[in-house]
């Protein structure tokens, strides 16, 4: 069975600067994967190449078997690619349920299915209590959650999560750690980039660890924590590896 | 939830029809003319104010150029009517479509631009198309056109002895513009409209058409504006470049929106029933004495209520915010 | 069209771009300083040139000489101003652009009328000064000499401006503020002190050029309204909030102006100005020297 998505041979320049070179991962359906790295280490460049954010210098992005390359974002979004950003980006002017109503409108043309879709979908993030409140008024752990629940509403295939754990108190993680899980149990498959490792590895089923905007090492958790050249691209010995 | 939300959206309908109702019994005892020249006035800046908004204030777009419209749809109705007899209602149809394609043309290397880029390019574009009018003889170029009255009629959408039909229609106008808003606020329209405005990027991530959104808004508002356009021309029966098309009229189309509260379903009528008949007391008990003491209270008070009441007017109605809500 | 036409009329171009520029550059240091586009600024012209013209009027006092004297009353007044409305506007939690736009507006109604009402609106003007009437010629081309007399002013504010902004402490917590309000009140920085200077800056730098303005034009109570637009074409053309951009911005507007009068009717002028506007802004949409 082929991959859900699948990155061959990715390179991203910005100027004289490689942000990704030579980037070929794949991500089996129903999987989990952790895409961390070090700052800088090209995490987000791949990350908006997949969304469609922009397209690759070369190199080609496949999607449920579809060359999705140069496909812009809003129908990578239509073909089942979901996702949320790192900042924060809600609709502030708009309620919890608007904003999740905007997701909803991808697949229910009808408003009164978009509508209920998305209320089901809140019921499922557990922002049900808050679906009437302006998404400027949420608490940074709840606008991540909308992130998250805004993206499910489209209904994706692929959902990608740009650090949405980080930087939130450990009980807050849990919830969100769990949220994750019942994501994937719902027949999602997740691509989830974080920059701090100890939050994800106990999460992921693979992880795939760049560094210098290559593939450094992927595996399993276990195994990659554990790689010295994991190690070194954390502690920033980055000499003995760039040799 | 979702009972609140219909309860409220067939409110807003209720509230619509009664005050349109009360509006329609008003000139049956109102026979003053210059109190119903107000109330047309007031109609017609509510209508137009209503179609800004739908580009500007639902769909985050800025427009400081809609007067553009404005003079495109008086002057194809006036000119069409005055060089080969079109009647009215057929020039308020053309004038509205090539409006709205003019406006679709314009947008698609302007909604290119950002924020201040956008609106000052939809300044400079009113504002190229004013001079050209204004240079254009066979236009009336500065001078203007004056539309020969040929009697009243209903077709010809002339009335010299009463200014009822003109306020009836102006009435069905902010009506019209009203319930287009009401309508396309809960439809996929009004939904990508407001995403794109508060933040394109996640809109497209979640699969919105930005471009083809603000193309839509464009589209719109320009239409209802060109229809008020021609309105007036046959309201006023003298059209001139500088009173339709000037730069003045673009921001004085968008100050109802914004001190009733844009981006707001009822902003831009409570924002005109309030200013439109102040502006028009003021010009003529105080302007009269000439000496610009109406505009010094005029100017007063947009700088009042927008630093009092950054969210408008309706922000007073705290349980009941039209669209932000 | 002779060879002397077109160089008389792009020479005098640039000289009226000059002064352009200067007109724009409060309008884009404002900009830079804290992202407000101030609607009234073609009103603020339209004080100084009356300022210029009642202190030759009851005074006697020639333009030129009268020129550092309006810009420090209008220093006063912009200052004035942000403190007493532009500070509020920018506090507004939602709309925060509209409120900026329109409260300007409103100011400039205000102000629109209260020159009416004190000034009445009769057209005046600075009917003789040293400068006004002459002109010089160099090399066989005739200049005016206020427009040149302004040209030079203006190339020596925005050299004034320039060192200004790069070697002076409040230069720098000017540029400072601009880069990050936050940070600059943790260093101690008053935000609020250093906006109201540059409102005062950049009011000062219309009062300069409508001092000379006021030689050469008319003054009544709407003659801002024309100059603000080309001051916001300017601004655009050269980049939100570059000063530099508003220099090179009104040197474009200026000689484009000159071209467009030398194959189109007077009457048409602008709309050189406003399609090259376009044209830059399609094809680089932060203008000339904007920065992504």
């Known amino acids: ?243 | 939830m979702d009972k609140d939300f219909s309860s409220r959206r067939r409110r807003d309908l209720i509230i619509a029809a009664v005050l349109a109702a009360i509006a329609a019994l008003v000139p049956l005892f109102v026979k003053d003319v210059y109190v119903q020249n107000i109330m047309i006035l007031t109609l017609m800046y509510a209508a137009l104010s209503q179609s800004w908004n739908i580009l500007s204030g639902y769909c985050g777009q800025i427009s400081l150029g809609h007067a553009l419209y404005f003079g495109l749809g008086a002057y194809t109705t006036a000119l069409l009517f005055m060089k080969f007899g079109v009647p009215p209602w057929f020039g308020m149809i053309a004038g509205g479509l090539i409006s709205a394609a003019i406006a679709m043309a314009l947008g698609y290397p302007c909604f290119r631009l950002g924020g201040h880029y956008f609106a000052i390019a939809t300044i400079v574009i009113a504002e190229i198309a004013l001079l050209l009018i204004q240079n254009w003889d066979w236009a009336g170029a500065a001078l203007g056109i004056d539309i020969p009255v040929r009697g009243d009629s209903w077709l010809k959408f002339q009335f010299t002895r009463s200014k009822l039909p003109y306020f009836y229609f102006a009435l069905v106008l902010a009506c019209v513009a009203w319930f287009v808003t009401w309508w396309l606020e809960d439809s996929k329209w009004g939904f990508w409209w407001r995403a794109v405005k508060d933040n394109p990027q996640a809109a497209e991530s979640l699969g919105v058409d930005v471009f083809n959104s603000k193309m839509g808004a464009a589209a719109v508002s320009a239409f209802l504006v060109a229809v008020g356009g021609s309105f007036y021309a046959q309201f006023v029966s003298y059209i001139d470049p500088e009173s339709v098309m000037g730069f003045q009229f673009s921001l004085l189309m968008a100050l109802p929106a914004v001190l009733g509260g844009i981006g707001t379903l009822w902003g831009p009528a409570l924002g005109a029933v309030i200013l439109i008949p102040l502006t028009e007391l003021t010009r003529s008990y105080i302007g009269g004495s000439g000496r610009g003491v109406d505009l010094i209270v005029y100017g007063s008070l947009i700088i009042l209520i927008s630093l009092a009441l950054p969210r408008g007017l309706v922000s007073l109605f705290s349980s009941r915010k039209g669209a932000a809500r | ?292």
Request: glycine letters at 10%; aromatic letters at 10%; charged letters at 15%.
């Open chain 1, 1 to 243: 069975m082929t991959a859900l998505l699948e990155t061959r041979g990715v390179w991203q320049r910005f100027g004289g600067l490689v942000a990704n070179s030579d980037v070929s991962i794949s991500v089996g359906r129903g999987e989990i994967v952790g895409l961390i790295g070090p700052n800088g280490a090209g995490k987000s460049t791949l990350f908006n190449l997949i969304a469609g954010v922009l397209p690759p210098t070369q190199g080609s992005i496949w999607f449920d078997g579809e060359d999705v390359t140069r496909m812009p974002a809003a129908e990578r979004c239509q073909r089942g690619v979901g996702r949320t950003f790192q900042v924060v980006k809600s609709f502030e002017t708009m309620t919890v349920v608007d904003n999740v109503i905007v997701g909803a409108l991808v697949r229910n043309t009808v408003m009164r299915e978009a509508r209920r879709k998305a209320h089901e979908v809140l019921e499922f993030t557990g922002l049900a209590a808050r679906a009437g409140v302006l998404a400027s008024d949420l608490v940074p752990a709840e606008k991540r959650r909308l992130e998250v629940a805004r993206a499910l509403a489209t209904e994706p295939k692929l959902l990608l999560l740009d650090e949405v754990l980080t930087g939130l108190t450990p009980t807050e993680a849990q919830t969100g750690v769990a949220l994750v899980r019942k994501v994937r149990d719902a027949g999602i498959t997740v691509l989830m980039v974080e920059h701090v490792m100890e939050i994800v590895m106990p999460l992921v089923d693979r992880a795939i660890v760049l560094d210098l905007g290559k593939v450094l090492v992927e595996g399993k958790p276990a195994d990659v924590v554990r790689d010295p050249k994991v190690i070194s691209a954390y502690l920033g010995d980055r000499h003995a590896q760039s040799a």
């Open chain 3, 1 to 292: 069209m002779t060879t002397e036409t077109i160089i008389q009329s792009l020479a005098s171009g640039l000289l009226m771009g000059l002064l352009y520029g200067l007109i724009a550059v409060g309008l884009a240091l404002i900009f830079g300083l804290m992202d407000v586009v101030n609607f009234a600024h073609g009103e603020f012209l339209m004080i100084a040139m009356y300022a210029t013209f009642f202190l030759f009027a009851f005074f006697a006092i020639d333009p030129l000489l009268s020129a550092p004297l309006v810009a420090a009353a209008l220093f006063v007044f912009g200052a004035l101003i942000y403190l007493l409305i532009v500070r509020f506007a920018m506090r507004a939690k939602a709309n925060a652009g509209m409120v900026q736009i329109f409260a300007t507006f409103g100011l400039a109604i205000v102000m629109r009328g209260l020159a009416q009402l004190l000034f009445t609106p009769d057209y005046r003007s600075v009917t003789h000064s040293w400068l006004g009437g002459k002109t010089v010629s160099i090399a066989g081309i005739f200049l005016p000499e206020p427009q040149l007399v302004g040209a030079l002013v203006s190339i020596a504010a925005f050299a004034g401006l320039y060192f200004f902004i790069n070697r002076t402490d409040f230069g720098r917590a000017l540029e400072a503020t601009r880069e990050d309000p936050g940070a600059v009140a943790l260093v101690g920085i008053d935000k609020n002190r250093v906006f109201a200077l540059g409102w005062g800056l950049g009011a000062a730098l219309v009062g300069l050029s409508g001092a000379i303005m006021a030689v050469f034009f008319y003054i009544y109570p709407d003659v801002g309204a024309s100059f603000a637009l080309i001051a916001y074409v300017t601004v655009a053309l050269g980049g939100f909030g570059s000063v530099f951009g508003a220099f090179a911005g009104g040197i474009v507007v200026g000689l484009v102006e000159a071209t467009t009068a030398l194959v189109l009717p007077p009457s048409l002028k602008s709309v050189g100005i406003y399609a090259v506007y376009l044209l830059v802004v399609f094809i680089r949409p932060r203008g000339l020297f904007g920065s992504m």
